[in-house]
């Protein structure tokens, strides 16, 4: 007994056009692919999600951990600056940067803690404070100053003709800094203690001449009429 239940189908495919039939092939083959598709779709989620999630959830962790430093930082930061406010004598300063010591405010308590040692009449020890600023901050916009003040350490140390070269050259590399005509007084001042008093005369002249709107220049005067007084 044979199968009547494929004979429509039979009959349809032969009574096709042979245009419907390429037609037909081609919409199998596109189900075929789609369902390739969706199964190496569903292979990549299967494989990759939950490395996926991972990522998204370690990125997450870095981002409020960054966060938290931050805040962090800039609540020690806060602290150092309230610190360093307050400081008044060397041990303030001293505790800024034993517990601030990575903060902006840690350069600031080093001058501070150099100037009360030079205070204190503890001028070695001055000297090497601003030696160690100049090294460790030498980008910093305090270390033309530290420069300077730490000429001024060597001047008081007695060491005057190494101090008077040193203004000098720290004058003709800084010509147009608000620390010139300083640099000049302390020049002149050394070349005073060598009994250099010429020159001296010379320097506090130049200072009246270049400086003499700044308040330096009433010193200058002052000093170079003594100058000319030893000078007779």
Known sequence: MSDDSNKPAQQEETSRSPEEKARHEELLKHQALEQSEVKEVLGFFQKYAKPAATVIIVVCAFVLINNYFKSQRLKKTAKADAALLQAQ????YQAVLDNYGSTPSAPLALMGLA????NAGQVAEAEELYSRFRAKYGTHEMASQAELNQITCIEGKGEFSEAARLYDDFMNANPD?????????????CLEATEQF?????????ILVNYSESAWAQIAESNLGVVKSKLK
């Not at 800094?177 to 002149?188: N, Q, T, V, Y």
């Open 89 to 92: 004598t060397a041990a303030d």
């Open 198 to 206: 010429d020159g001296a005369r010379q320097v506090y002249e130049d």
């Open 177 to 189: 800094s608000h620390l010139a005509p300083i640099a000049l007084l302390g020049k002149a001042r």
């Open 115 to 118: 100037q009360q040692k030079f």
